[in-house]
């Protein structure tokens, strides 16, 4: 069953930049020592291939004479031999959901006559999966009031698919009275029976609900397993409060750089801003300036004002590309529009001539997301 989650990453980096300021820490704002790109208002991987030995190369090693490289089985001499059989399959002995099995195969009226006997018999994993059809119209004429009855009844009966699209029902008051409350009670129920969507959005009502350290305190073990179920939006939460929070355990601490990485590389466009500042301004690892403006034209090309404006800062002093006024102008000129002003930009622009200009404002209005 597919699982949504119902806050907006805007939201999600609103939370966490007013916590992370309450306690003493700004999300977005980063101190540089050298370059300020990390401070206005507010993948590409270049993997070098390692040198190789010829067949005539020696090895030196200290308090011995040269020796030969290996000459074992190369790649060359495996693709010549036979592979290993596979292992044997196991049987699969477990259960077998013939109503989930037709859903999953696009016979979705099957789906419904085999699961409704089963939801009415109080079966909360064929209840789900009606009110799933139901709320979209899948089998059924949608109908978004009984969708609501049935996630309301598989979540009473413990299914945490449905105790997490019910809360989020409860907490809109859409199609079900509002109710903070109940709505918070299967949020956690859900978020502590391992779903991973209900564990990212019961995180971000500890931190709305507890403003500072506290509610990141209380979050983080939430963030933290979602994240480690692969939702972008919490390892991009971990990331910054690994990075924030002062008493973090060194060995998380250490990790804060590579779950920033993981989120950009899931698409998540604010991730690849601060993963390209974090690597240009050298936080929390080596400085890398090459890495650093490709994730930052990364997140500049998918539409991401703030990256547009240091993408442009990049450009000017040459950090990670060849210096082109052209380009930075043309950057430049996208985040203005967007209205992100910024004075040593504009003097930037303001210095080129005519020509220059022309050509950055051209290639400003040729620009698509992509």
């Not at 003493?24 to 390692?50: C, F, H, M, N, Y």
């Not at 989930?100 to 064929?126: I, V």
């Amino acid at each position: 069953m597919p699982n949504s989650r119902t806050l907006s990453r805007s939201i999600l980096t609103a939370l966490l930049t007013a916590s992370l300021a309450g306690a003493g820490t700004l999300a977005l704002a980063q101190e540089e020592p050298s370059l300020d790109i990390g401070k206005a208002d507010t993948t590409e991987r270049v993997v070098r291939p390692p040198e190789t030995l010829d067949k005539t190369s020696k090895i030196e090693t200290k308090g011995s004479e040269a020796t030969e490289p290996s000459s074992g089985i190369t790649l060359f001499d495996r693709m010549g031999a036979p592979l290993p059989a596979l292992p044997p399959e196991t049987e699969y002995k477990g259960p077998v959901d013939d109503a989930f099995g037709a859903f999953q195969r696009g016979l979705f009226t099957t789906a419904l006559d085999k699961a409704l006997p089963r939801a009415q018999l109080g079966d909360a994993a064929a209840q789900t999966l009606i009110a799933e059809m139901m709320s979209r119209g899948l089998g059924t004429k949608r109908d978004p009031k009984m969708a609501a009855f049935w996630y309301g009844q598989a979540a009473a009966g413990g299914d945490p698919a449905a105790m997490f699209k019910y809360a989020l029902l409860l907490m809109e008051g859409r199609d079900v009275e509002r109710d903070k409350v109940k709505a918070d009670d299967y949020m956690k129920k859900a978020a502590d029976a391992g779903n991973s969507s209900a564990q990212f959005n019961w995180a971000q009502t500890l931190v709305a609900d507890n403003p500072g350290e506290k509610g990141l305190r209380l979050a983080l073990p939430y963030y933290e397993k979602s994240a480690e179920q692969g939702v972008a939006d919490s390892q991009y939460a971990v990331a910054q409060v690994y990075n924030a929070l002062g008493d973090v355990p060194a060995d998380k601490k250490a990790t804060a750089r590579s779950w920033m990485a993981r989120a950009a590389k899931a698409g998540f466009d604010t991730a690849q801003l601060d993963i390209g500042l974090w690597l240009v301004n050298g936080i929390g690892g080596e400085r890398d300036y090459e890495q650093g403006f490709n994730w930052l034209r990364t997140a500049a090309n998918r539409g991401n004002v703030v990256a547009q404006n240091r993408l442009a800062h990049l450009y000017i002093n040459a950090l990670g590309t060849r210096p082109d006024a052209v380009e930075a102008a043309k950057w430049y000129v996208l985040s203005r529009r967007a209205g992100l002003k910024d004075p040593l930009l504009e003097d930037h622009y303001l210095g080129l001539t005519d020509e220059q200009q022309r050509k950055a404002i051209d290639g400003a209005n040729k620009f698509r997301r992509g």
